[in-house]
Each structure stands twice: as structure tokens, then as C-alpha cells.
């Protein structure tokens, strides 16, 4: 594995009885980059990404995580899940503080830790408050905080927007552009949006329906450095954008 590369997926199959899922799978996740999964419904996205959290076995590969082959979950990555997987009873601030809690640490260095990842993502006021008097968008800020806090190298992300309204998704992507920046952090992330996908992404990875595989590598360049307000607007943007659709739109039914 490149040193430059944080995970690497070779040549990963994965079959359900029959059903071939994935399909000499390789992939690599360049450090500090945040990589999306576009594809098709149904074609293995998700699949792939339990696969590298370590949730899942390949029927054959190996998944390398930070020079590691992956056999199960572990520190060194975290899972931000669609539906939130809150814990209703716990306040914020012991949501976002759980997973260092299962590690052992302290309460008063937990509970530190968590508050500048609940300042982080917009939520300062609301440490005391309950999963159920939260927006759908809140809910998903603390899901997201949580998996920053405990500071994990790899962050796997399965369409953490898409429960929540539009203004709430591209206020979302475009805190998500500021993390990426600033956490040094690889970010692997599934969405089913072609828009999103070029507007948050350093690489595009396409995949192809079942039996899945990559069929093509984007990695959007010239309006990366651009602000966040002029980026719908770039040429380039909207020409990847009309590209990826035509190549994917074969395969919509």
C-alpha cells in the first residue's frame, strides 16, 4: 500500500449464497482526501463500506487499512450511520462522548473532548438536550460529532444527509468541506447524489451495477480551492456533473 493511500480495497469479492455483490474490487482512499462511492441502487456501495468498517467479511481480498489488514472493527475507523443510531435515552453530550466512554477515558476528558466536537458541528447550547428534541438535522450533527470525537484516522459515511431537507443537506456539504480541510482526516463517503458527490469530493470513485467493480476514477480539481458559494457555479463542476450522469443514466430503470 502507498504510504500516500490511508485504505486500500484489493481485489475484494463479496457474495450473499448466489449473488455476487462485489466483483474483483479495488479501490485505493488517498489520506486526508474524502472519496466518494456514486453508483447505481443496489450496487454494493454500502456493501463496501461495512467491508472496510470491518462489519462485514469479503469472501475474498483484503481491505488494508494505515498498513493493517482489516478482520474487524476498530479504533481507527468510525461510522456515521443514516438513520443517526442515537441513543434516545443519553443526552448530547453523552452521545458524543459514548464512544470514549467504551474506551476507558475519564469523564471530565470525555466530556472535553465532546464539547469541542459539539461546537464543531453547530451545536453549542444544546449539550443537556435529548435525541428526540432534535431535528432530524441536529440528530445528525451528533451523530457526526460523535464519530469525530474519538479521533478516529478514517471517517465511512452511508448517506449521512439524505434524511434531512435540502437547506439542511448544503449547509451539511459545505461543513463538510470545512472539515475535511481541517481534521487531516480520510473521509469515505456514500451518497446516491451525482451534485453532492462533485461538490464535496477530492475523488470520485463510479461504480458499476452488481457485480459491482470501479469503472471510473474523477478527481475534480480546478474549483477545490474555490469558496463554497461559487462552486455550484464552476464550469468544471457542471460539466462532471453532466458527465457522471450520462455514464450512470444507462443504468437507471
Not at 448466489?18 to 489520506?31: C, H, I, K, N, V
Not at 468510525?78 to 458524543?96: E, G, T, Y
Not at 463517503?189 to 458499476?208: G, K, N, R
Request: hydrophobic letters at 40%.
Amino acid at each position: 500500500m502507498s504510504k500516500d493511500n490511508a485504505v486500500t480495497v484489493k481485489n475484494v469479492y463479496k457474495n450473499y449464497g448466489e449473488t455476487e455483490a462485489l466483483s474483483d474490487m479495488s479501490l485505493d482512499f488517498p489520506r486526508g482526501e474524502l472519496t466518494s462511492l456514486l453508483g447505481p441502487s443496489g450496487c454494493g456501495k454500502t456493501t463496501l463500506l461495512k467491508i472496510i468498517a470491518g462489519l462485514l467479511p469479503a469472501t475474498s481480498g483484503e481491505v488494508i487499512v494505515n498498513g493493517q489488514i482489516v478482520k474487524e472493527p476498530g479504533p481507527d475507523r468510525a461510522f456515521v450511520f443514516q438513520d443517526f443510531a442515537l441513543l434516545p435515552w443519553a443526552s448530547v453530550i453523552r452521545n458524543v462522548a459514548f464512544g470514549l466512554e467504551l474506551r476507558g477515558v475519564v469523564k471530565s476528558e470525555r466530556e472535553s473532548i465532546a464539547q469541542k466536537y459539539i461546537g464543531d458541528v453547530g451545536l453549542k447550547g444544546f449539550e443537556n438536550s435529548f435525541p428526540h428534541e432534535l431535528s432530524g438535522g441536529m440528530r445528525q450533527r451528533v451523530g457526526l460529532a460523535r464519530a469525530l470525537s474519538v479521533d478516529a484516522q478514517v471517517l465511512l459515511m452511508d448517506e449521512p444527509f439524505s434524511a434531512v431537507d435540502e437547506q439542511t443537506r448544503r449547509k451539511f456539504q459545505e461543513d463538510l468541506l470545512n472539515l475535511v480541510k481541517n481534521e487531516n482526516k480520510t473521509f469515505i463517503f456514500v451518497t446516491h447524489s451525482i451534485e453532492e458527490a462533485v461538490y464535496v469530493s477530492d475523488q470520485i470513485a463510479l461504480l458499476l451495477p452488481r457485480p459491482s467493480r470501479v469503472s471510473e476514477i474523477i478527481r475534480p480539481t480546478s474549483f477545490k480551492n474555490k469558496d463554497v458559494d461559487s462552486i455550484r457555479r464552476d464550469s468544471e463542476y457542471l460539466d462532471i456533473v453532466d458527465r457522471i450522469w450520462k455514464s450512470l443514466r444507462t443504468y437507471v430503470k
